[in-house]
């Protein structure tokens, strides 16, 4: 045992002292499906093509057979239709020699929610306001808008799907059985394929001059350095290529820590030589600007346009690689004439190690149509209580519950509120987690009732990787009951993470889920209480001595399927039934529960938030946030932050000041610190930091009610709550590459600072001639366009959209929890024609009561002088008021202000200077119906 554990000690040390080793990850050229796929360049000829004869169209469901004309073998195809104008496209083997694996956990319709098509006739689909072109000799799918066509499927021949074989005694490239004996080609087999014309019959594919070369001798077998990955059913890869037609940016595939357009990996303005990959990695200290996997994998792009948004979901869990290439081509003199001189199209090609080919298509048009869209078909985003979108606390590690009650003694000192204090792997005993270090947190339930004293919260980490140790309840129940993930052999896969020895839950089973939910239960997590949450790290799976740092491919998971098959969704059915512990342990199952995840898929967004991982104290990464979050909010991930301040090293002062009044606007709020940075609390570089710093957490908690209302919109609509700018404005071609502003919500716009001793900064204010910006807090005004902003070290420029309402609460107190019968502010932003609307939603931030119709929300409208509130829905009643109006915009004060409400009217008192009313003490409830009218 003492032997395990230096061994232990010494992995993790060699882990903590380097930083990324690229050559630990592979690349296109590592990877034989990738390599096979990569190097076929777009093809001349037709290998694949729809049989005529098999066109069959059932009002929901379209079916066709596809035959490979190189091995015989047939396909089938299927396009069905869904609610909301998405469609589906699945191709698959028609008899495999195993099951193909088709993901499951991640989308929310099946054959019930199928939904007729308008019409089939001379080859197309119809469907509301868009159809599909079936192109039955080029086995392309085009998607139309209308007339305009915006996306175009294997319209450069690119589809690909390696049919299950039996696997050759011995191994070496494979040879066709029609190869022509006398030729050969280094081991690589060519073929020619000519079938005249008065020999062709209806139902035969049209091929000619076919020359195709195969190398599948790594496909069964292959070695990535010290590594070999035996694939059971050797080569199965798919393929596919997408064209977004006349689009010049497409956006999404997290996680990279990459530009928010994406740049091209292949053509001749390529930024990048390998493809974008997906494949979930635990990468320590991650480089920036290349196309390297990250933590999580959504399969999801978006493409937009002045004319048309449209998206791909490519419902794959697999390892998969993707291609951009970005077109750009000159017209000729005649056409520029009644056009742009240019067209743009984007050309993807989609390659995954395993599965089926399981597209889903959304047609918008719109940016929020899209996202509404996605979120039918993937859920929408969980809706959080309210402390977990205020400000988290966080440092790997606080080692004692003498160091928990100093920090906590610390923001009381300093007036500076927080939520939530989180502890890392060094609170357990002896990294087995469900336990505590009962020398350093001996009384864990009177240290987390301490915290939760003072209206906080307390997360713990609980990572995948369950320590073997005879001894540690988790481990002997898991390994008597088989709960673990097996290797090839069938015997529980054992590897090493932070406790040594460790093996892996295998969350594929849903007894397994049922079991892991369950250990959250009071009773079985001794120590803990409802104030205590959780943190689940280290999910991608990581594993130390593991290829690229993760589980071997041939693990063997419940249904008999390999991990190659869903490594990229073993993280978030982590957090499912974390989730779901986190819920059950109560007993009415009333509370909204918290998880934080790393590893994350489509569908995650129903579960809990996410980060970027382990980032740097740099501002280079301080820069790269932004467009990593704007990706995965753009992707269905509503509630996700970076850490602030960066992971790894020791921030300056300014740096750290500046994350904080950035992080302080973005979805997930945590402050976090590896074990070697130096400590970092607001408090510690002292004045004039610590007002900075703690002026930057405030602004969060004023902020909290229209972030809430945001974070509702999401749970409703799908809709992000941080956005880019082209989200809001969509016609505004000048925000489409911009990744250095985002906004919240509707209303709020901000730019961050992200360079040393920069004080003033160019901002893009979006819109047309009748938009107008407000600064956030001066009100001074802003017309459309670039314009040079201050940004003195005490705030970041944060700007308010005129034509906009926002809910505010200037009362901050220590947490938010303390705040939740404090009054409102409204703050109201005029447009040029002094109008405003906005929203305000209000429930008891914490339950799951929302869900029976108790809340409320109120639509608040300004227009001819007259402040409108109408209740818009909810049947809760909630003891609220607002204390008072900001009313920005105004050209003159006016006479007087009174309330009407239920036939009396009051006179208000109000003040007016340079261009803003202020109405005090109206004193009326936000989400009860009244008007408040200016003379």
């Known amino acids: 045992m003492k032997n395990i554990q230096i061994l232990a000690i010494l992995v993790t040390l060699t882990i903590l002292t380097e930083s990324v080793d690229v050559t630990k990850f592979k690349k296109c050229e590592d990877s034989s499906f990738c390599n096979r796929q990569r190097n076929t360049n777009v093809r ?54 195993h099951p193909r694996y088709q993901v499951e956990n991640v989308v929310l319709v099946d054959d019930s929610d199928v939904e007729n098509f308008d019409k089939y006739e001379d080859q197309v689909l119809y469907y509301g306001d868009f159809k599909i072109e079936i192109n039955i000799e080029n086995l392309a799918l085009n998607f139309y808008n209308k007339e305009e066509l915006v996306i175009s499927t294997n319209n450069r021949n690119m589809f690909y799907f390696e049919y299950l074989r039996e696997k050759p005694i011995n191994p070496e490239p494979e040879t066709n059985e029609n190869d022509d004996e006398n030729e050969e080609s280094e081991g690589n087999s060519t073929e020619d394929i000519i079938i005249k014309e008065d020999e062709k019959s209806e139902n035969e594919p049209i091929v000619e001059n076919v020359d195709q070369e195969f190398d599948f001798s790594d496909a069964w077998s292959s070695k990535f350095k010290k590594f070999t990955d035996d694939a059971k059913y050797g080569p199965q890869s798919i393929g596919l290529d997408f064209s977004f037609i006349g689009s010049g940016n497409v956006y999404g595939i997290p996680e990279h820590a990459t530009d928010f357009s994406l740049k091209s990996t292949k053509g001749e303005n390529a930024e990048y030589s390998d493809p974008y990959r ?88 719109s940016p929020k149509d899209i996202m509404r869209q996605y979120t039918y078909i993937t859920g929408k985003p969980y809706l959080p209580p309210v402390w977990s979108i205020a400000y988290h606390q966080c440092r790997w590690n606080y080692l004692s519950d003498r160091e928990v009650f100093e920090v906590n ?135 130390f001595n593991g290829p690229e740092t993760t589980m071997e491919k041939s693990n063997i998971h419940y249904g008999g399927w390999e991990h190659r098959d869903v490594h990229n969704i073993y993280g978030m059915l982590m957090q499912k039934a974390t989730l779901e512990g986190l819920v059950n342990r109560n007993q009415n199952k009333d509370k909204r529960g918290f998880v934080l995840s790393r590893a994350f898929y489509s569908g995650t967004q129903r579960y809990g938030a996410v980060w970027t991982g382990d980032n740097a104290a740099e501002w280079s990464h301080l820069d790269s946030a932004q467009p990593m979050l704007l990706s995965l909010s753009i992707s269905g991930l509503a509630f996700s932050g970076a850490d602030v301040g960066g992971f790894f090293g020791n921030p300056e002062p300014e740096l750290l000041a500046r994350w904080y009044q950035v992080g ?40 909290l009610p229209y972030l809430y209302t945001c974070f509702y919109e999401a749970s409703i609509e799908g809709y992000p709550v941080m956005r880019p700018l082209w989200f809001e404005f969509p016609q505004d071609k000048a925000t489409f590459a911009i990744q250095d502003q985002f906004l919240v919500g509707n209303a709020l716009l901000v730019k961050p600072i992200v360079q040393q001793n920069i004080f003033s900064t160019v901002v893009y204010f979006p ?44 009362r901050v107190r220590r947490s938010s929890t303390q705040m939740i019968n404090d009054p409102y502010t409204l703050q109201i932003a005029l447009d040029k024609n002094n109008q405003a609307k906005g929203d305000i939603y209000i429930d008891d931030e914490s339950s799951f009561d929302y869900k029976n119709d108790i809340y409320s929300t109120s639509h608040l409208e300004f227009n001819d002088l007259t402040l409108i509130a109408q209740k818009s829905g909810g049947s809760g009643k909630f003891d609220r008021l607002i204390e008072r109006i900001v009313i920005a915009g105004l050209s003159s004060s ?10 009396d009217v009051k006179s208000l008192e109000f003040k007016y200077e340079n261009g803003v009313l202020t109405i005090k003490k109206p004193m009326v409830n936000p989400v009860d119906n009244w008007e408040i009218s200016l003379k």
């Open 278 to 365: 997906l494949y979930n990695l635990d990468v320590f200290e991650f480089d920036l600007d290349v196309p390297m996997s990250l933590y999580g994998s959504i399969p999801f792009m978006v493409s937009h346009t002045v004319n048309t948004t449209s998206a791909i979901l490519w419902l794959n869990a697999a390892e998969t690689w993707i291609d951009i290439e970005k077109q750009h081509k000159e017209k000729g003199f005649i056409d520029s004439l009644f056009g742009s001189s240019e067209t743009e199209n984007v050309h993807t090609h989609w390659m995954s190690e395993t599965g089926i080919i399981d597209v889903f298509f959304f047609m918008g048009p």
């Open 894 to 903: 006016p006479v007087s202000v009174n309330l009407v409400q239920s036939g």
């Open 44 to 97: 001349d000829y037709v290998q694949y093509q729809l049989l005529p004869n098999s066109l069959n169209f059932d009002h929901g469901r379209f079916e066709a057979t596809i035959v490979d004309v190189l091995s015989d073998t047939s396909y089938q195809l299927l396009l069905v239709r869904y609610a909301d104008q998405v469609v589906r496209l699945t191709i698959n083997e028609v008899e495999p020699l």
């Open 767 to 810: 819109g047309d001639t009748d938009d107008i910006w407000y600064d956030y807090t001066t009100f001074s005004k802003h017309n459309p366009g670039e314009s040079t902003v201050s940004a003195p070290l005490e705030k970041i420029p944060v700007f308010q959209r005129g034509g906009s309402i926002i809910p505010l609460k200037t």
């Open 409 to 543: 003694e610390n923001f009381e000192l300093h007036d500076i509120p927080y939520d939530v204090l989180w502890l890392d792997i060094e609170h357990t005993d002896g990294k087995k987690y469900f336990t505590w270090d009962d020398r350093h947190f001996p009384k864990p339930t009177e240290m987390i009732n301490n915290i939760s004293s003072f209206g906080r919260k307390m997360v713990t980490i609980v990572d995948p990787h369950i320590k073997r140790e005879s001894n540690y309840y988790i481990h002997t129940e898991a390994e008597k009951n088989s709960l673990y993930v097996k290797d090839k052999d069938g015997k529980d896969f054992e590897g090493w993470c932070w406790p040594g020895s460790s093996s892996w839950m295998d969350y594929f089973d849903p007894t397994i889920q049922e079991w892991w939910a369950q250990q959250f239960a009071y009773d079985k997590y001794i120590g803990s209480t409802e104030d205590l949450y959780t943190w689940n790290d280290m999910n991608e799976p990581s594993v």
């Open 664 to 703: 302080a606007y973005q979805p997930f709020f945590r402050g976090h610190a590896h074990l070697d940075a130096k400590r970092r609390e607001p408090w510690v570089h002292g004045e004039p930091w610590t007002t900075i710093i703690g002026d930057a957490i405030r602004s969060r908690y004023k902020v």
